[in-house]
């Protein structure tokens, strides 16, 4: 009996298919994925994390594109017209793609935020000559 008992049992060797254990998802920070911040890195090319901590118990992060000709664009005209703070601001909102949205309503994080951005964004240094 015991040998029909093994005879009827689903095993990898009989073709059954064996169990698959799926992969558990890693999740940064902000609820975010690792897969969804591939999947930005590959559609933006250029993804800013800002973290900004709001006391010892509270934390927020934020995701934020690179900003395009457009962005950029605005940004320079309002620094340009003394408007540095709507510049900075400007730019948090509108390159923002994900994580605690509180971080662009919540007054403290926003201008630490709006700070550190503001500060990656990569300017190239170049010379201008008179001849």
């Not at 920070?29 to 999947?39: I, K, M, N, R, T």
């Not at 006391?55 to 900003?67: A, C, D, R, S, V």
Request: glycine share 4%; with cysteine; charged share 25%.
């Amino acid at each position: 009996m015991a040998d029909q008992k093994e005879s009827n049992s689903i095993t990898p060797e009989s073709g059954a298919d064996e169990q698959v254990t799926p992969t558990p998802v890693k999740v940064l920070f902000a609820g975010v994925s690792q897969e969804q911040l591939d999947e930005w890195k590959a559609k933006y090319k250029e993804v800013h994390i800002i973290t900004v901590k709001l006391n010892e118990h509270e934390t927020l992060t934020g995701y934020f594109k690179k900003p395009g000709r457009d962005v950029m664009a605005n940004c320079v005209n309002m620094a340009q017209d003394k408007k540095v703070f709507e510049a900075r601001e400007f730019l948090l909102l509108n390159t923002w793609i994900g994580g605690d949205k509180t971080i662009t309503t919540n007054f403290d994080a926003s201008i630490t935020a709006q700070t550190k951005l503001w500060a990656s964004i990569n300017f190239l240094t170049a010379e201008a000559t008179k001849y």
